[in-house]
């Protein structure tokens, strides 16, 4: 198993660009999540989805777009990147099968922004 | 006032040290607990959940105080491996939801 792969790894935007993260699981998680963490910071809810076709937002939704067709992607989408959206970003999983069942994360994507 | 805070260190302490870290959460609502440990670069990566009785796994041992809003962990005889940034992790009980409020962590480095 994989578990939680996230592409790509780094990636430099110019301000005004538009790009997608990718994220997939293989673990059949109903839950999927997105974080951004920003240096000394903690991690903030962007976007989760409780299944396909399901989706919300979190704390710090804006300029972030995300889509649930399958139970395997969740992207994060970024319209018109701007220097505020440097950081790193985490996708996390769980499988919901209780309400404190584990958060698993992918790698991250360290997006800079200039 | 920040949800969850912690005091970002860094912790230096020789090996075979012990050392505690606190937390405290404003929520007193709050139902869950965690720690989590991140390591430099890398994602978070669950190291235990904290239980209203106090609970150990190994050299770790947490501990809630609810009356209080603080979490602890304490790492006893401490490795070079075990340096890290320890993130103090807190969920409000929201159904399905899980939302996980996270701290920004205490750095610990352990040194020969």
């Known amino acids: 198993n994989a578990g939680v792969t996230q592409t790509p790894k780094f990636r430099i935007l110019k301000i005004g660009q538009s790009m997608t993260l990718q994220c997939a699981q293989d673990m059949n998680h109903n839950y999927m999540y997105w974080y951004r963490q920003d240096p000394g910071m903690g991690l903030k809810l962007i976007y989760y989805s409780v299944g396909a076709g399901i989706t919300d937002k979190g704390e710090v939704p804006n300029g972030y777009n995300v889509s649930r067709s399958t139970t395997e992607d969740f992207p994060l989408r970024l319209e018109l990147a701007a220097p505020s959206q440097t950081s790193v970003y985490f996708c996390a999983t769980r499988s919901g099968r209780t309400s404190t069942d584990t958060q698993y994360f992918g790698p991250g994507t360290r997006l800079t922004v200039l | 006032r920040k949800e969850v805070e912690q005091d970002p260190g860094p912790f230096n302490v020789p090996e075979g040290a012990t050392v505690a870290f606190n937390c405290t959460y404003s929520n007193s609502a709050s139902q869950s607990f965690f720690w989590y440990r991140q390591d430099c670069r890398k994602e978070p990566k669950l190291l235990m959940s904290?239980?209203?009785s106090g609970n150990e796994d190994g050299r770790f041992t947490a501990q809630l105080n609810r009356a209080s809003q603080y979490i602890s962990l304490l790492i006893r005889d401490s490795k070079l491996s075990d340096s890290a940034t320890y993130l103090c992790v807190v969920s409000p009980f929201s159904g399905g939801y899980n939302k996980l409020i996270f701290g920004a962590g205490t750095r610990l480095a352990v040194h020969p």
């Open positions: 904290v239980y209203s």
